[in-house]
T-cell receptor, first 114, second 115 residues
Framework: AQSVTQLDSHVSVSEGTPVLLRCNYS??????LFWYVQHPNKGLQLLLK??????LVKGINGFEAEFKKSETSFHLTKPSAHMSDAAEYFC????????????FGRGTSLIVHP | KAGVTQTPRYLIKTRGQQVTLSCSPI?????VSWYQQTPGQGLQFLFE???????NKGNFPGRFSGRQFSNSRSEMNVSTLELGDSALYLC??????????????FGPGTRLTVL
């Protein structure tokens, strides 16, 4: 079985300050983990993915995430927020060796203040 | 190169009716997946098609069905619509593999409202 919990439904930051979006997962096997972003009225876009290679994963637009097995976490960070980062972010887990059916977190809405 | 397109973008139906949604994947992509997004349940996987065969299926009732054509275009059908089927239905395509191996490219979605 697999599950994913995004610990914050909303995160509010000021432009230029760091971003931290938290994600914890549960998986019976080795997980693959993803972060997707959804801008209003648009489809989801892949930010980055972890598939058992390097634990620190760099993605697009300056985002990165660190896979921590001991903490079952995959938090998304960015050093400096930009107004265009305001969107909904989803953490996704898939259990490799399982059914390859993705489980999505409930999403975190990132609000960026000028 | 053109992205994933979904038609129609908006749809209003009444309870008991059926609906068909269409998805055209990126050229060359052979895998198409469908998702339902609602405020209450979030994003949930419906099913995935690859080379005209359903490869994975989420936990949805049999009223939800789909198919894929030889050109990889896919349709999703919902019969006997219920109020709870009101949602944004997202389609995503990828080159060949399952979710783990290939980036999925999402369409803008079809907003279905059931009255």
């Amino acid at each position: 079985a697999q599950s994913v919990t995004q610990l914050d439904s909303h995160v509010s930051v000021s432009e230029g300050t760091p971003v931290l979006l938290r994600c914890n997962y549960s998986s019976s096997y080795s997980p693959s983990l993803f972060w997707y972003v959804q801008h209003p009225n648009k489809g989801l876009q892949l930010l980055l993915k972890y598939t058992s290679a390097a634990t620190l994963v760099k993605g697009i637009n300056g985002f990165e995430a660190e896979f921590k097995k001991s903490e079952t976490s995959f938090h998304l960070t960015k050093p400096s927020a930009h107004m265009s980062d305001a969107a909904e972010y989803f953490c996704v887990v898939i259990t490799t060796g399982g059914s390859y059916i993705p489980t999505f977190g409930r999403g975190t809405s990132l609000i960026v203040h000028p | 190169k053109a992205g994933v397109t979904q038609t129609p973008r908006y749809l209003i139906k009444t309870r008991g009716q059926q609906v068909t949604l269409s998805c055209s994947p990126i050229s060359g992509h052979r895998s198409v997946s469908w998702y339902q997004q609602t405020p209450g349940q979030g994003l949930q996987f419906l099913f995935e098609y690859f080379s005209e065969t359903q490869r994975n299926k989420g936990n949805f009732p049999g009223r939800f069905s789909g198919r894929q054509f030889s050109n990889s275009r896919s349709e999703m059908n919902v019969s006997t619509l219920e109020l709870g089927d009101s949602a944004l239905y997202l389609c995503a395509s990828s080159l060949v593999g399952a979710f783990s191996y290939n980036e999925q490219f999402f369409g803008p979605g079809t907003r279905l409202t059931v009255l």
